[in-house]
């Protein structure tokens, strides 16, 4: 049985992706890594800061010597230090947001980003951007940040989150080809809302479908 690790720096995220993982990868050890006080961290520093980047490095290079086979974060905000753990490992290391970003480009050119986190947005745009101009697609970028909702999150106020979502994505949806929800923790606002008219990504499903795609080729 392949083993991956799933790193959470919000325990917000772990049961939509203990849910995916039993649907598209039931067959995977699922080794999950929660450090809950990272993304406040991250979010009071405006980024990732070195000694973060070094319990990154350490929770990926713990994740090799577990026996997993391929890490991936959970967290936009720090998918570029993860990245650059690369090198110190000899089994992947990858990001939720990999499939989003390319499918965003696929659709645009209009792309509107959504995010509740500054940390998340600044570098969720840069990975779109980077991924355009590596595919050599033109794309028009806008975004809308919804800060007010990820302080409601992290005080239990999930319902104030979603509704604080809701609202920035009709909004979104009025003049854009595609939306994109830059974190994980967004995607459940679209259950129960009506089908949009144009397409919403999440990170969720098509990073984990990304994953299984990626062990299938181990």
Not at 94 to 118: C, F, Y
Not at 129 to 149: F, P
Request: aromatic share 4%.
């Amino acid at each position: 049985m392949k083993k991956v690790a799933l790193f959470h720096t919000s325990s917000a995220t772990l049961a939509m992706m203990q849910e995916l993982t039993a649907k598209f990868l039931p067959n995977v050890e699922i080794m999950h890594i929660i450090e809950d006080s990272m993304i406040k961290q991250v979010m009071k520093q405006g980024g990732p800061t070195p000694d973060i980047n070094a319990r990154i490095a350490a929770y990926v290079q713990n994740a090799e010597r577990a026996g997993c086979e391929a890490f991936m974060t959970a967290c936009s905000s720090i998918g570029h230090s993860v990245e650059q753990c690369q090198f110190m490992v000899n089994i992947p290391v990858t990001r939720i947001d990999e499939a989003m970003a390319n499918e965003a480009i696929s659709l645009g050119p209009k792309v509107t980003v959504l995010a509740t986190v500054e940390t998340t947005l600044k570098p969720t745009l840069a990975f779109i951007t980077k991924k355009a101009e590596q595919a050599g697609k033109q794309i028009t970028l806008r975004s809308i940040l919804m800060s007010e909702a990820f302080v409601a999150l992290l005080d239990g106020d999930s319902q104030t989150h979603d509704r604080i979502v809701a609202e920035g994505l009709k909004q979104a949806l009025t003049d854009s080809d595609v939306v994109v929800l830059a974190q994980a923790s967004m995607a459940r606002v679209l259950n129960g809302m009506q089908p949009p008219a144009i397409p919403v990504l999440t990170s969720p499903e098509s990073g984990i479908k990304w994953l299984k795609s990626m062990l299938d080729k181990l």
